[in-house]
């Protein structure tokens, strides 16, 4: 079973619209998904993106801008918005979708892997939402989309930096949703469970715990970067103009059979 295209969102077309983490995993079928609707997209990332660029461009003839920037470095990060907006208009939708999920027991964790772990996977959410909220307020209201998970739903393991990081992020959404929403700036949160990306794949997904995590799932199909793309491109598009402040779900039912 395989993911349908994207249904299509004609206002998305020409739009504005940059990715963080784009160049690999959940951000890498954004970006793709983003491009076969028309939007002007961009994305950053810590690696080099300009493969993925030439890649989107071969199969939807729109090109995307690949910046390289380490979020964690503020300034970096706010550089690489600006840059993105120099080419192509104030950024109506930000997709906060960069993350590093690295497994850690809590003993072992040091102050700085903390400390790295919630600029990453937290702070910067924060920073890229308030420095294109102006560009927002410009073109009369925007979207933003925070990447969420269902690990802090349900209390995973040697993964406390980013279970609380991502348990943040949801305060963070319904708090800037509320402060935002005057200037019909939308705020929301995806929330997925746990998609099978390369690096899932290659480091955590052995036999057993692909089986154990399927049993507690409603569906018994696994999640591919793919099936996040059309409820992103919904959140981002006049259909859900009256949307702000929510959490969605995309876990194949993992939540509700916890």
Same mark, same amino acid.
């Given at each position: 079973?395989?993911?349908?295209?994207?249904?299509?969102?004609?206002?998305?077309?020409?739009?504005?619209?940059?990715?963080?983490?784009?160049?690999?995993?959940?951000?890498?079928?954004?970006?793709?998904?983003?491009?076969?609707?028309?939007?002007?997209?961009?994305?950053?990332?810590?690696? &080099?993106? %300009?493969?993925? @660029? *030439?890649? !989107?461009?071969?199969?939807?003839?729109? $090109?995307? +801008? #690949? =910046?390289?920037? /380490?979020?964690?470095?503020?300034?970096?990060?706010?550089?690489?918005?600006?840059?993105?907006?120099?080419?192509?208009?104030?950024?109506?939708?930000?997709?906060?979708?960069?993350?590093? &999920?690295? %497994?850690?027991? @809590? *003993?072992? !964790?040091?102050?700085?892997?903390?400390? $790295?772990? +919630? #600029? =990453?996977?937290? /702070?910067?959410?924060?920073?890229?939402?308030?420095?294109?909220?102006?560009?927002?307020?410009?073109?009369?209201?925007?979207?933003?989309?925070?990447?969420?998970?269902?690990?802090?739903?349900?209390?995973?393991?040697?993964?406390?930096?980013?279970?609380?990081?991502?348990?943040?992020?949801?305060?963070?959404?319904?708090?800037?949703?509320?402060?935002?929403?005057?200037?019909?700036?939308?705020?929301?949160?995806?929330?997925?469970?746990?998609?099978?990306?390369?690096?899932?794949?290659?480091?955590?997904?052995?036999?057993?715990?692909?089986?154990?995590?399927?049993?507690?799932?409603?569906?018994?199909?696994?999640?591919?970067?793919?099936?996040?793309?059309?409820?992103?491109?919904?959140?981002?598009?006049?259909?859900?103009?009256?949307?702000?402040?929510?959490?969605?779900?995309?876990?194949?039912?993992?939540?509700?059979?916890?």
């Amino acid at each position: 079973m395989t993911s349908p295209a994207p249904p299509v969102f004609p206002d998305l077309n020409g739009m504005s619209v940059f990715v963080t983490g784009g160049a690999s995993g959940i951000g890498a079928a954004l970006v793709q998904g983003f491009a076969a609707q028309g939007a002007k997209i961009a994305f950053c990332d810590l690696m &080099d993106g %300009r493969a993925h @660029a *030439d890649a !989107v461009e071969a199969a939807t003839g729109n $090109r995307p +801008l #690949a =910046l390289t920037a /380490d979020i964690t470095d503020t300034g970096a990060l706010l550089a690489a918005l600006d840059a993105a907006a120099g080419a192509h208009g104030p950024i109506a939708t930000l997709v906060n979708n960069a993350a590093n &999920d690295t %497994r850690v027991p @809590a *003993d072992d !964790v040091t102050p700085e892997m903390w400390d $790295r772990n +919630l #600029a =990453l996977n937290l /702070d910067a959410h924060f920073h890229a939402a308030r420095h294109v909220a102006p560009m927002m307020r410009g073109l009369g209201g925007g979207s933003i989309i925070m990447f969420s998970s269902v690990t802090w739903m349900m209390g995973a393991a040697d993964i406390v930096p980013y279970v609380t990081a991502k348990a943040g992020i949801v305060g963070m959404t319904r708090a800037l949703a509320r402060e935002w929403g005057g200037d019909m700036i939308r705020v929301n949160a995806m929330v997925p469970g746990w998609v099978f990306t390369e690096r899932q794949l290659r480091l955590w997904a052995t036999p057993e715990s692909v089986e154990a995590f399927m049993k507690r799932q409603c569906l018994p199909v696994r999640l591919v970067p793919e099936d996040l793309v059309a409820p992103v491109l919904f959140l981002a598009s006049g259909g859900a103009r009256m949307i702000t402040g929510q959490c969605l779900p995309v876990d194949a039912g993992v939540v509700h059979t916890s």
